[in-house]
């Protein structure tokens, strides 16, 4: 009767678990420590059972984290990518096997852990196999074969480009395959011209998966875990003098779901999170390193998280609970706030907001007239995660959702291709405000793929560097690649901790920037931006409440 009664509470405790229940997750450490007691030291039947189901629970719940692809995971909504279901069923199999090799009676109190351990490596490395044969390419090898076919090498040199005038258009979420799509359907007349012009790189983002990191390697030249950034907040924990960068992964998530576990436990406990900023930054990015060397920049919004207030030789401009705060030079000067209207529940919000952005950054870069100028938008990934909930078919995909790229009418559907032509009507608006001659840095810092796995397996992204006294397409660059390029075509020479610079001479080294620049950051004036956290729960960068 007791065994029974035991069996039918793990039932129910795993589909608590696997709902993420938040009555589940408040005992989950409890069960963490009495699996580790009850497995090791003797006890009757009840004791083996509820050891063996908190192994299963911990087998279970880990490979859901590891293989849940989507930025959501299925404990907040139903990821709708289309292998999820097999996912969910040999996991499940996987954790029963668990309970079972578990709960059996062995000669002596260690045969039965070391048993659990070999079914549980066994079976992790199938699952582990199986991860890998699910994730779609990460290439955009086709896309860039059919561009190079349609863009012809053009007949005219490529124009001069002043050294020392830079402009960096960043792009979150570009992807290839509808870059290819749209400029050889006409749609990206801007974009054509840089390509045709310019030498295109497809952008590896290495082991990086989310924006934060991304941005923050782009701008600096630093790999995450080297940064000071990996994603969207740091932890601080009673009685560490210092924060934590991130918590241990396990595939895209953190180790069973660990994040939303401590978020939800806040409250009660003992630490903290908080949203990063450009002040976690371990070494300065390209515009402070451009300010300090008595360049002019003209820095407008540049990352996808907090951008700390710092007096450079120009202008910064940031996000601040949905509109655009400006400073312009010294310490002394009154930060200007300019409402940007739209909404970010909607596409047609969305591209209301981006065009009056556009508008403003244009004028701040025609009255500033900067040697570096920076306009970041992140109006395709925003769009990108606003549909992210349509099911594949909806989106005219193949089943798995990698067989095909998306076509015109796909990328119409998803709202994308209104994205995309707003962003290249935007670089052409920003392009022509910040005027030429000069070198233009299209970047994005990943592709994103129409399924379940978003940008989590780390599509590669979008790199131009246009004009090029090499027009055509450069291969594989390694993201950390752009910030010793963009110093480069500013005449400035890289630091001894970067990579090579791309299409520009790779001259002498100088020590460590951050051994000789420091930021000059102006005292906090305003709360963090909420407004910023109610948008990444929307498209689940990060947990809920």
């Keep these: 009767m007791i065994n029974g009664r035991l069996d039918g509470v793990a039932g129910l405790a795993w589909l608590a678990l696997w709902l993420g229940a938040p009555f589940f997750v408040v005992f989950w450490p409890a069960l963490v420590a009495a699996s580790l007691v009850l497995r090791i030291f003797p006890g009757g039947p009840t004791f083996r059972r509820l050891g063996s189901l908190v192994a299963a629970i911990l087998f279970g719940w880990a490979w859901m984290a590891r293989l849940e692809p989507a930025h959501r995971p299925l404990v907040e909504r139903v990821s709708l990518a289309a292998d999820t279901a097999l996912d969910v069923v040999l996991v499940v199999l996987g954790a029963a096997f668990v ?13 039965g852990p070391l048993a659990t351990v070999a079914v549980g490596g066994l079976l992790s490395a199938g699952l582990l196999a199986l991860a890998h044969w699910q994730v ?9 074969e059919r561009l190079q076919a349609f863009l012809a090498p053009p007949v005219d040199p490529a124009p001069d480009a002043t050294p020392g005038r830079v ?7 570009m992807d290839w395959n509808a870059v ?120 407008f919004d540049p990352v996808p998280y907090a951008l700390r207030e710092e007096v450079v030789d120009g202008f910064l401009a940031w996000n601040e609970e949905g509109d655009v705060a400006v400073r312009h030079g010294d310490a002394a000067g009154d930060r200007v706030i300019t409402p940007i209207g739209g909404d970010f529940d909607s596409v047609e919000g969305l591209l209301v907001r981006e065009g009056n952005r556009v508008r403003l950054a244009a004028s701040l870069f025609a009255e500033g007239r900067p040697d570096l100028g920076i306009y970041y938008t992140k109006l395709v ?51 022509d405000a910040f005027g030429t001659p000069a070198h233009v840095v299209l970047v994005s810092d990943h592709g994103f793929n129409l399924n379940g796995y978003e940008h989590n397996h780390g599509p590669f992204g979008v790199l131009v560097v246009s004009p090029s ?11 950390l690649g752009v910030a010793p390029t963009v110093l480069a075509l ?11 610079p791309l299409d520009a001479p790779d001259g002498p080294r100088v020590p460590a920037y951050r051994l000789s620049v420091t930021p000059r950051f102006l005292p906090a004036v305003h709360q963090p931006d909420s407004g910023l956290l109610e948008r990444l729960r929307a498209i689940g960068y990060v947990g809920p409440r």
């Excluded at 006409?186 to 012009?197: C, E, K, N, T």
């Excluded at 950034?229 to 960068?245: C, D, H, K, P, Q």
């Excluded at 069973?256 to 070494?283: I, K, M, Y």
């Design 99 to 111: 309970y079972v090799t578990c709960a059996r009676r062995y000669p002596t109190r260690w045969h």
């Design 136 to 144: 779609p390419r990460r290439d955009r090898d086709a896309a860039i």
């Design 167 to 173: 402009l960096v258009v960043g792009v979150d979420g």
């Design 180 to 299: 290819d799509v749209l400029v050889r359907a006409g749609d990206l007349p801007a974009i054509a011209r840089l390509l045709r012009a310019g030498r295109a790189y497809q952008l590896d983002p290495g082991a990086m998966r989310l924006s934060p990191e991304l941005w923050s390697a782009i701008y600096t030249g630093w790999p995450a875990g080297r940064s000071g950034i990996e994603t969207f907040w740091s932890w601080n924990f009673a009685g560490l003098s210092s924060r934590i960068v991130a918590l241990p992964k396990f595939g895209t998530h953190e180790v069973f779901f660990l994040g939303r576990l401590l978020s939800r436990l806040e409250p009660v406990a003992p630490w903290r999170h908080r949203l990063v900023s450009t002040a976690d930054l371990a070494s300065p990015p390209i515009w402070t390193i451009a300010s300090a060397q008595g360049r002019r920049v003209g820095v």
């Design 381 to 431: 990934d925003l769009v990108a995660h606003h549909d992210s909930w349509l099911r594949p078919s909806q989106r005219g995909l193949t089943p798995d959702g990698r067989s095909d790229p998306p076509d015109r009418d796909t990328l119409s559907r998803t709202g994308l291709l209104a994205a995309y032509r707003r962003v290249d009507a935007g670089l052409a608006a920003v392009l």
């Design 469 to 479: 006294p090499e027009p055509g397409y450069g291969g594989v660059a390694p993201v």
């Design 490 to 500: 500013l005449g400035l020479p890289p630091d001894e901790t970067m990579a090579p």
